[in-house]
């Protein structure tokens, strides 16, 4: 499912989707990796912010 681009409040703060370019640019910043970090996170644990986050070292 696709985000909702009128809803404009800023990164969905419990789902990264790697679908969206600036999700990833995005939340790739927030945590200080770079986007294939990231993706590579995504595919190990799942899309769940909280669980990536854990996987990133709680950056």
């Given at each position: ?36 970090a990231l993706r ?20």
């Amino acid at each position: 499912m696709t985000d909702d681009k009128t809803n404009t409040g800023g990164l969905d703060r419990k789902l990264i989707s790697l679908d969206e370019d600036y999700e990833v640019r995005d939340w790739a910043e927030k945590f200080g990796v770079t986007e294939k970090a990231l993706r590579d996170a995504v595919r190990r644990v799942g899309n769940g912010v909280e669980a990536v986050q854990r996987e990133l070292g709680g950056r």
